[in-house]
């Protein structure tokens, strides 16, 4: 708001601009963020819990399964993580954590409840430029 680039940014993701969000960006892209009263570009049909998996100290990494990426498990880093509680048809699930999903897309839009740039795993962000340049 301070910088008066919300609402630049949203008429441009608005306009179809790939979005990659990652953690609290996950949450600036969510229509509905549990008990907040904040402001989000609502561009995924998500709804999110902010630091649901716990405060800094129970920050924690784990492997996660995301078939689209291959067989080899994700290192996510989960710090002060976002749960996605709901989610609305038109979100295709790409990964689970715990059974709830930590890897969303909709669209040019993906977005993860975890840390991937804290890896040196860079298949996350091989795919997102993929999907974005049909080079899959």
């Known amino acids: 708001m301070r910088f008066k680039l919300f609402d630049?940014?949203?008429k441009c993701i608005?306009?179809?601009?790939p979005v990659f969000g990652t953690c609290a960006g996950l949450i600036l892209l969510a229509k509905n963020i549990i008990g907040y009263n904040q402001?989000?570009?609502s561009a995924l049909n998500i709804t999110v819990a902010r630091n649901a998996y716990?405060?800094?100290i129970d920050s924690f990494e784990t492997d996660i399964s995301i078939p689209c990426l291959g067989k080899e498990p994700f290192p996510a880093?989960?710090?002060r993580a976002?749960?996605?509680?709901?989610i609305a048809r038109?979100?295709?699930v790409l990964g689970l954590f715990q059974e709830k999903p930590v890897i969303v897309q909709q669209g040019k839009?993906?977005?993860t409840s975890f840390h991937p740039e804290l890896t040196d795993d860079i298949r996350i962000h091989k795919y997102f430029i993929q999907q974005i340049c049909g080079l899959c």
């Open 8 to 10: 630049p940014l949203i």
């Open 90 to 92: 038109d979100i295709q």
């Open 82 to 86: 976002p749960i996605i509680k709901d």
């Open 109 to 111: 839009i993906l977005a």
């Open 77 to 79: 880093v989960f710090i």
């Open 39 to 41: 402001a989000s570009f």
């Open 14 to 17: 608005k306009s179809a601009l």
């Open 54 to 56: 716990g405060p800094q």
